[in-house]
């Protein structure tokens, strides 16, 4: 069974630009969760999407967006990039959903600069 | 909002020592997972503790959920050069209508080790 595909892994955008990622999840997972890992702030929850549905946000201003598609894939926008948005962007899937005691299964990343 | 802390931030040993990382947890958990990332890596899932009092032995992992299901060990015994990265404890918190939750994460132990 393919793992959670990121894409793309690496990027380089500049202040005031805006930034797409994607992620496909594990086949038959219908949770898909955002992460953003800084090394000073660890793991900081995005959101959290099932069947379409964003079911949680966390405490990140309204320039970070997401959606999920009717296949389960996912995106997650960035606009307006600032120098702080710097990190690695974390996708993880989940045959369940957090409330339902899911286990993450995590993508590999997508490294994000901003200059 | 609930909390996960983890302590410690950072250990060195030799190899062959023994190796503990504890979570604590301001509120009571449902459940409890730990999370292992290697140096340049993403986070894998090893294992998820859900009873009261809960120990899981992997090999020489061992796992303990506290009797109050606030608090978690992790214990390495005879550590590897394998055993090399951060280890993460998670427990779901809920979002400010009480309805969902998200996984929060603790920010990690890193664990290096001398051969």
């Known amino acids: 069974k393919a793992g959670v595909t990121q894409t793309p892994r690496y990027l380089i955008k500049t202040r005031g630009q805006q930034v797409t990622l994607s992620c496909s999840p594990i086949s038959g997972h219908r949770s898909v969760s955002w992460y953003q890992q800084t090394p000073g702030q660890g793991l900081q929850f995005l959101f959290e999407?099932?069947?379409?549905?964003?079911?949680n946000k966390g405490n990140f201003p309204g320039r970070f967006s997401g959606r999920q598609f009717s296949n389960s894939r996912s995106e997650m926008n960035v606009s307006t990039l600032e120098l702080g948005d710097s990190a690695l962007y974390l996708c993880?899937?989940?045959?369940?959903?957090?409330?339902?005691?899911?286990?993450?299964?995590f993508g590999e990343g997508s490294r994000l600069t901003v200059l | 909002g609930q909390q996960v802390m983890q302590i410690p931030q950072y250990q060195h040993v030799q190899e062959g020592e023994d190796f503990t990382t504890y979570c604590n947890s301001s509120t009571t958990l449902s459940n409890i997972q730990w999370y292992k990332q290697r140096p340049g890596g993403h986070p894998v899932f090893l294992i998820q503790?859900?009873?009261?009092?809960e120990v899981k032995k992997q090999k020489r992992l061992t796992f303990q959920f506290g009797e109050a299901k606030k608090n978690s060990s992790l214990h390495i015994t005879a550590t590897q050069t394998t055993d090399v990265g951060t280890y993460f404890c998670a427990g779901p918190s809920p979002n400010s209508g009480g309805s969902n939750y998200k996984l929060t994460f603790g920010k990690g132990t890193l664990l290096t080790v001398n051969p």
């Open positions: 999407y099932f069947s379409e549905t964003q079911r």
């Open positions: 503790l859900v009873k009261s009092g």
């Open positions: 993880a899937s989940s045959s369940r959903t957090s409330s339902e005691g899911g286990e993450l299964f």
